[in-house]
T-cell receptor, first 112, second 112 residues
Framework: RKEVEQDPGPFNVPEGATVAFNCTYSNSASQSFFWYRQDCRKEPKLLMSVYSSGNEDGRFTAQLNRASQYISLLIRDSKLSDSATYLCAVNPLGAAGNKLTFGGGTRVLVKP | DVKVTQSSRYLVKRTGEKVFLECVQDMDHENMFWYRQDPGLGLRLIYFSYDVKMKEKGDIPEGYSVSREKKERFSLILESASTNQTSMYLC???????????FGPGTRLLVL
């Protein structure tokens, strides 16, 4: 089993709709979680950190479910510019040098 | 704003050549990372460094070496390039206090 897994998609989303997807992790001791956004042929950029209580940044909401060992990302009122690949990243507790393990990414395509 | 730069955006090399990829960050980060990203395989960690002259193997170090002589610079070396090292190479940096990794723009390497 991979340490961090994501549904590769693509998720085809009508503009204005809501889309949500998950990322599962295998190490129950993991403490830190992140969502990154990667545009085609560009580098990943931090979208948001995921806190235990969940967090929201505008149209984006991230949640952590420790019991089931997954994090989720929800995008409301999708824009065409939200089309991208969304990578989750997990830092297992005590990973030296703040090493992150990345999922394979979920591709989201927002269509008019 | 954190800035991570990589020496080349595109590189074409021949099998057997020695290849140097350089990464420089301007935020005084202790941690630096080299990844490769391939379709269907996601981001895979090659090597990382959490201090000058320190290096740790990642998940796929074979065929690669690294050098960190100065805090701001982390070099990835392909001792004898092979066609299976054709890939997108991404450098990242982070500080111990914050686990967020910041990525450079990437180098697309083609080995013929």
């Amino acid at each position: 089993r991979k340490e961090v897994e994501q549904d590769p998609g693509p998720f085809n989303v009508p503009e204005g709709a809501t889309v949500a997807f998950n990322c599962t992790y295998s190490n129950s001791a993991s403490q830190s979680f992140f969502w990154y956004r990667q545009d085609c042929r560009k580098e990943p950029k931090l979208l948001m950190s995921v806190y235990s209580s969940g967090n929201e940044d505008g149209r984006f909401t991230a949640q952590l479910n420790r019991a089931s060992q997954y994090i989720s990302l929800l995008i409301r009122d999708s824009k065409l510019s939200d089309s991208a690949t969304y990578l989750c990243a997990v830092n297992p507790l005590g990973a030296a040098g703040n090493k992150l393990t990345f999922g394979g990414g979920t591709r989201v395509l927002v269509k008019p | 704003d954190v800035k991570v730069t990589q020496s080349s955006r595109y590189l074409v090399k021949r099998t057997g050549e020695k290849v140097f990829l350089e990464c420089v960050q301007d935020m005084d980060h202790e941690n630096m990372f080299w990844y490769r990203q391939d379709p269907g395989l996601g981001l895979r960690l090659i090597y990382f460094s959490y201090d000058v002259k320190m290096k740790e193997k990642g998940d796929i170090p074979e065929g690669y070496s690294v050098s960190r002589e100065k805090k701001e610079r982390f070099s990835l070396i392909l001792e004898s390039a092979s066609t299976n090292q054709t890939s997108m190479y991404l450098c990242a940096s982070s500080s111990p206090a914050r686990e967020t990794q910041y990525f450079g723009p990437g180098t697309r390497l083609l080995v013929l």
